[in-house]
């Protein structure tokens, strides 16, 4: 009797916790949802298949995402682009450490190389350390090398100026993001995806 007790408290606890959890969630997609209508974009919120398909396809490209678990929320579209660009959050986390990105992805996309998958990623906090004597090679890892070839050297000095910004292409897909920093509100973030993908524009003859 006592067991039983003990057993249906802990179901009942359980499922109210379970209860809680999911009103939480569901009270800050709500919020999530009115904040990014407010600028005019199509709220999404989750869907299983564009999850899947980013975490199995283009994200597997960045050289440091796809050793660490991953989680897709948020995510919203423009309308009047036909299904071909979308914004997303990105929560990245192991053990010790967690990392939230703002992500902006191009469908259909042909870039003017010959390379058809590449990752273009800020380095860490011992970039300072790297004894290079290219500038831009001490601020990001690039995967595979010779794509340093293909870069102009105006779209590098640009993005020497993001340096919490990764570009990995894949699949005719362009996945940019943005690493989150203290108090950055998505719009500012998904403003700087925006500047960097014009400029990426600009130094690659691209085709959509």
Request: glycine residues 2%; aromatic residues 14%; contains cysteine.
């Amino acid at each position: 009797m006592v067991i039983r007790t003990i057993v249906s408290l802990i179901i009942i606890s359980s499922i109210i916790e379970i209860l809680v959890i999911y009103q939480l969630s569901k009270n800050r997609q709500n919020k999530s949802k009115e904040y990014i209508e407010r600028f005019g974009y199509k709220y999404i919120g989750s869907d299983k298949e564009f999850e899947r398909s980013i975490l199995k396809g283009i994200v597997k490209a960045h050289p440091i995402l796809k050793w660490l678990s991953v989680r897709i929320s948020d995510i919203f579209t423009n309308e009047d682009d036909k299904g071909k660009r979308f914004y997303f959050e990105l929560h990245v986390s192991n053990r010790y450490h967690s990392q939230k990105y703002f992500c902006m992805l191009l469908k259909d996309v042909t870039l003017s190389m010959p390379i058809s998958e590449f990752a273009i990623v800020p380095r860490g906090l011992l970039k300072f350390f790297i004894s290079k004597k290219n500038a831009f090679l001490r601020q990001f890892i690039i995967k595979p090398k010779e794509i340093i070839d293909y870069i102009p050297y105006d779209l590098k000095e640009q993005l020497m100026r993001f340096d919490s910004v990764s570009i990995v292409y894949k699949n005719n897909e362009i996945l940019i993001l943005k690493a989150y920093k203290y108090k950055e509100l998505p719009v500012d973030a998904l403003r700087v995806c925006e500047e960097v993908y014009e400029w990426v524009e600009k130094s690659w003859s691209m085709s959509n």
